[in-house]
């Protein structure tokens, strides 16, 4: 938009006055934030009713992205580099004295996602309104996020994370469009006069759904799209109702929404879970229908204007919830309602650890979801009969919803959806010859990969500002909107100055990185060393394990000989555990400890650090990926679907050291094997393991003294405070199998990290390194990623310019 300074101060001054009695010499950050905030909505305000307006008179084809997370981040700048008034806001109020960085930490970052999965739905509805696809986030407003990490002694603690405590200034409560949602109750069927079968229902319970509406600003377009996430709140009652049966009620309803489940990795069948499914499912799906009937459009024509998609089974309930609106609201008979709901769907898969697989027992389902479960079950029915005649039995029994009295959601997402994406080539891979084999034999055309992608705008415009001018001043920024262009940096990969340059914004920005963990944290870190950085969930298969046996390796390397040549080394860690998951905590406990020996330890002066930033999340990952030197992506082959954070330190010129596992291949067939570092297992060698059963780890214990004397300080004392962990991660990879061959890939990752070393010590080598990375960051943009959704899978027209 068109803003000078002039008026924008005025602008601000004004709604200052107007929203709290105030001038800007008294005012104070908040106060200044809010401020800023009410005026950036409404400079987006009058675009984003024109979007709507313009989708609904075109009778545009509409992309509602079904998501239990969006991992937003905080928004101010975002919003004001969308709006394209981001300098021109700054230096405005640098005029009023006001900082904008300030001004900008005030916004409590709303973690309302676990990780990847999460993290992926905003960087998606971030491009798909600057592609200017009409595609809409849907989702539950939690009232508190994920949990806020703390280290108490070394180990995690979680506290409650009340992001709305002051507010949101981005949302608007749209009390209007609020639905109801039914559970529990008695459902039967009766034939009506005109012949249809009818639902009766007898004492369900509803739930009010109410939605706060949030713009997504496309970056400098005109496009506004929504991000929709639902309230559960009691719903309007009649004056016979009790007080006190009121109050728990209302207390009961209200906690659909109350919080995030924080378990990533183990899928537990919690029956408020399962509310929340279909609480969002069933107010989004309601929503969209109540919209596309203003279109007049008759209804089995709902695939052509509406594109559903279900962002991994946990909103997969939306199969079943179409089907009963289609079938008992708008009286379509069965084998077109399938129709319609199956051209409407459409579903990604992000992981294939069996584990984390969604399966709800029937009883649950039944109980809580009468009419759905019958739905189910006939969907389940028609499948067998159909497929029965088809293939043989034992595959329709492998690949039917329900199954020992469970309901497999990724089954009903799959059997319910025209279109089944992973999200990097190899998972695509393996889910179409091993995870998801039987059913690529039915529908081989279903399957399709969309490789991950970020969005540039957050991980590099906001998040390395000095990065950004440079890249303008070499390649000017057709890279913005364009990422690919990126790759015009390659003519640069000879020319010293831009290398040299290139080290010098590396080096700012872990200066920068340096002062905050010395600040936060009281630890001082030297800028010159190597800043080795792993940043993800914690869990066994991404093996933060590894990367500490390593580090101890190295710290008695420096014990045995205070003179060995190492390189300085930082290693960064950053990481959450699922509250639940005990080992994943143990090794939070077993890297803080490490950590306290190391970094007190007066014979390693300053050749070794381990800092572990406290609640990592997404403001921190904006602080600590521009000041990565090495990109830890070392997950065991074939576990990572994609990764993602893998793509966000490319970006910032960080050096992949990987296994090839997810789209770390694709990192790797796009820079060439000069500038990434892999070792390591591969996906076939570990099929291959798992088939023949023929790992055995604690010979590597026995055979191998540097591992056996980095393993044996876990159990013999040399690491204080550790006791019961030590043993346990000793006993997990020494005795029991080494799940995740961390042992295996030990001697393997020790060279690549030698490696990392040497190629360190050559400083215009390692920069051309990184600027290469930099230039083939751009294929890995979401911006791309939605483009091949909305031309793929949701058939839906984009904005030409951008393909
Ligand atoms: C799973 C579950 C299961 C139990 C209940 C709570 C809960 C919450 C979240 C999840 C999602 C796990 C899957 C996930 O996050 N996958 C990650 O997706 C990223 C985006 O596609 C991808 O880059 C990562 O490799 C993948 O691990």
Not at 41 to 51: D, F, L, Q
Not at 181 to 195: A, R, T
Not at 324 to 349: F, P
Not at 489 to 511: C, G, P, Q, S, V
């Amino acid at each position: 938009m068109e803003l000078s300074k002039r008026r924008f101060k005025e602008d601000f001054k004004r709604m200052l006055t107007e929203l709290y009695s105030m001038d800007v010499p008294r005012s104070d950050p908040a106060e200044q934030y809010f401020t800023l905030g009410n005026l950036v909505r409404s400079y987006s305000a009058r675009n984003w009713s024109r979007t709507n307006q313009h989708y609904l008179d075109r009778k545009q084809k509409q992309v509602y992205y079904f998501s239990m997370e969006f991992l937003l981040g905080r928004m101010l700048k975002s919003n004001l580099l969308n709006l394209g008034i981001l300098d021109t806001v700054r230096s405005g109020l640098k005029e009023l004295g006001i900082d904008l960085e300030t001004v900008a930490k005030v916004e409590l970052d709303p973690g309302l996602g676990n990780g990847g999965l999460g993290r992926l739905a905003a960087c998606f509805i971030d491009s798909m309104a600057t592609c200017e696809i009409p595609g809409h986030g849907n989702g539950i407003r939690f009232k508190y996020g994920l949990f806020k990490q703390k280290f108490v002694n070394g180990y995690q603690v979680e506290l409650p994370e009340n992001w709305l405590q002051n507010g949101n200034v981005w949302e608007i409560r749209r009390t209007n469009m609020a639905v109801t949602v039914n559970f529990y109750g008695k459902v039967w069927l009766e034939k009506c006069p005109e012949g249809y079968l009818i639902p009766h229902y007898e004492n369900d319970s509803k739930v009010l759904a109410v939605p706060y509406d949030s713009p997504v600003i496309g970056y400098r377009n005109e496009t506004v799209n929504t991000l929709r996430l639902w309230s559960a709140e009691m719903p309007p009652q009649d004056e016979s109702t009790d007080y006190w049966s009121y109050i728990q009620q209302r207390n009961r309803i209200e906690s659909i929404s109350e919080v995030l489940y924080p378990d990533d990795s183990n899928f537990e069948g919690r029956l408020l879970r399962l509310k929340q499914e279909y609480f969002f499912v069933s107010a989004g799906v309601q929503s969209i229908i109540r919209h596309f009937r203003k279109m007049n459009v008759r209804m089995n024509r709902l695939a052509e204007k509406v594109s559903i998609h279900i962002n991994d089974t946990h909103p997969a309930l939306c199969v079943p919830e179409l089907m009963r609106i289609l079938l008992d609201e708008e009286h379509m008979d069965w084998e077109h309602a399938w129709n319609v709901t199956v051209n409407v769907m459409s579903y990604t898969n992000h992981t294939i650890m069996s584990e984390a697989l969604e399966k709800w027992p029937t009883d649950m389902i039944s109980t809580l979801l009468p009419r759905i479960y019958q739905i189910i079950c006939e969907i389940d029915r028609r499948y067998a009969v159909k497929m029965g005649a088809l293939y043989e039995r034992e595959i329709i029994e492998r690949t039917r919803i329900i199954e020992g009295g469970h309901v497999k959601m990724a089954h009903l997402a799959i059997i319910g959806s025209h279109s089944i994406n992973g999200v990097a080539k190899l998972h695509t891979a393996i889910l179409k010859e091993k995870v998801l084999h039987d059913f690529f034999l039915m529908y081989p055309s279903r399957f399709n990969n969309k490789t991950n992608g970020i969005a540039q705008r957050r991980w590099l415009m906001l998040a390395n500002e000095p990065l950004r001018r440079m890249i303008d001043s070499k390649i000017g920024s057709d890279w913005e909107s364009m990422p690919t262009e990126l790759k015009m940096l390659k003519a640069f990969r000879n020319d010293e100055a831009t290398l040299r340059d290139l080290a010098e914004i590396k080096r700012i920005n872990k200066e920068r990185f340096a002062a905050y963990v010395q600040q936060d944290m009281g630890l001082t870190i030297n800028p010159d060393a190597i800043f080795d950085v792993q940043i993800k969930r914690l869990h066994a298969y991404k093996r933060q394990l590894l990367n500490l046996l390593h580090i101890l390796s190295l710290y008695f390397k420096l014990k045995d000989n205070p003179a060995a040549d190492i390189y300085p080394r930082v290693f960064i860690f950053g990481a959450k555990a699922a509250p639940s998951y005990t080992y994943a905590k143990e090794i939070i406990k077993l890297v803080n400890s490490v950590a306290s020996l190391i970094n007190k330890d007066p014979d390693i002066h300053d050749k070794l650090k381990i800092v572990f930033v406290e609640n990592y999340g997404v403001s921190l990952a904006e602080r600590i990926i521009p000041a990565a030197d090495v990109s830890e992506q070392i997950s065991l082959a074939s576990k990572e679907a994609s990764g993602t954070s893998n793509m966000k330190l490319m970006l910032n010129g960080a050096v992949t050291l990987a296994t090839l596992d997810g789209a770390n291949v694709e990192i790797r067939d796009r820079v060439g094997d000069e500038n990434i570092i892999i070792f390591g297992l591969k996906e076939e060698e570990v099929y291959e393991y798992y088939h023949n059963r023929s790992y055995h780890s604690k010979s590597y214990y026995d055979n191998n003294p540097v591992l056996r004397r980095v393993l044996d300080a876990l159990i013999d004392g040399t690491i204080p405070g550790i006791e019961a962990e030590g043993k346990d991660i000793f006993n997990s990879l020494v005795l029991y199998g080494d799940e995740y061959f961390v042992l295996k890939d030990f001697d393997a990752y020790v060279l690549a990290q030698e490696n990392i070393d040497r190629l360190y010590r050559d400083p215009l080598k390692w920069q051309r390194m990184a600027l290469i990375n930099i230039a083939d960051a751009g294929v890995f943009s979401s911006d791309y990623t939605v483009l091949q959704y909305a031309t793929d899978i949701w058939d839906v027209a984009a904005k030409a310019r951008r393909v």
